[in-house]
C-alpha cells in the first residue's frame, strides 16, 4: 500500500553532518521524496508535533532538543517520502527510539547517543503511522510545498492577508 511519511533530520543530525548520508540509507528504500526544507523550529511547532508526549517527564527536553537549543543549530530537515510501505521501511532503517537499543547497523544506531540529561538524540525523526504521518505532514507541510496530493484540501480567499514576498 503507498504511504507518506514524515521524515525529520533533528538538530544533532545536521550539526554532525549526517546529511548525506542519512539521505542515502533512505533511499535504499527506493521510495520517492515528494516534499523537502529545512525550518526554523518555533516552540508551537514543537509542541504540537509532539503533544502525545506532553506528559512524560522529558517533554520539556525534547522540545529543546528539536528546537535545536541543545546543539546551537536551530534549524531541522524536513522531508517527505511517498510509497509502497513507507512507514515500516523508513522505521526499520530508523532503528529503535532509543539510540543504545537500535540495531548498530540501523541510523540511530549508528549516529545516536544518550545525553546525560537522558534524552534520546537519535538524529531522526519517522511517523509511525497512517494516522501519525497525516498529522504530522499536515502540520509541517502546507499543500503547494508537497508535489503530489496526498489529502483533500479546499480553496479559501483570505482577504487582508500579509505575505512576505522578495523586494
Ligand atoms: P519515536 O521518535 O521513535 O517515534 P517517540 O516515543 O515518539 O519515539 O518519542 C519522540 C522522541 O522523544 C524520541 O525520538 C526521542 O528523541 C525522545 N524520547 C522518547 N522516549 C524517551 C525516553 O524515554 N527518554 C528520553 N527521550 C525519549
Ligand atoms: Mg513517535
Redo the contacts with the bound molecule.
Keep these: 500500500m503507498d504511504q507518506a511519511v514524515l521524515i525529520l533530520i533533528?538538530p544533532d543530525g545536521l550539526k554532525k553532518s549526517l546529511t548525506g548520508n542519512i539521505l542515502t540509507r533512505l533511499s535504499e528504500t527506493k521510495l520517492e521524496i515528494v516534499a523537502a526544507k529545512m525550518v526554523r523550529v518555533s516552540k508551537e511547532l514543537a509542541e504540537d508535533h509532539?503533544r502525545?508526549?506532553k506528559d512524560?517527564p522529558?517533554f520539556d527536553?525534547?522540545i529543546k532538543?528539536l528546537r535545536g537549543e541543545l546543539h546551537d543549530r536551530k534549524k531541522v530537515m524536513a522531508l517527505v517520502y511517498w510509497g509502497n510501505d513507507a512507514i515500516k521501511k523508513c522505521?526499520d532503517l530508523?532503528g529503535?527510539?532509543?539510540p543504545e537499543e537500535a540495531e548498530s547497523t540501523s541510523i540511530?544506531g549508528s549516529y545516536g547517543r544518550?545525553t546525560t540529561g537522558?534524552?534520546?538524540?537519535?538524529v531522526i525523526?519517522?511517523?509511525?503511522n497512517d494516522s501519525e504521518a497525516e498529522r504530522e505532514i499536515k502540520l509541517w507541510f502546507s499543500p503547494d510545498e508537497i508535489i503530489v496530493d496526498l489529502y483533500a484540501t479546499k480553496n479559501i480567499v483570505q482577504k487582508e492577508f500579509k505575505n512576505r514576498v522578495w523586494a
Excluded: D
Aim: hydrophobic share 30%.
Design positions: 533533528k509532539y502525545h508526549l512524560k522529558f527536553e525534547i532538543y522505521r530508523a529503535s527510539t532509543n540511530r544518550i537522558g534524552v534520546y538524540e537519535n525523526h519517522v511517523s509511525s
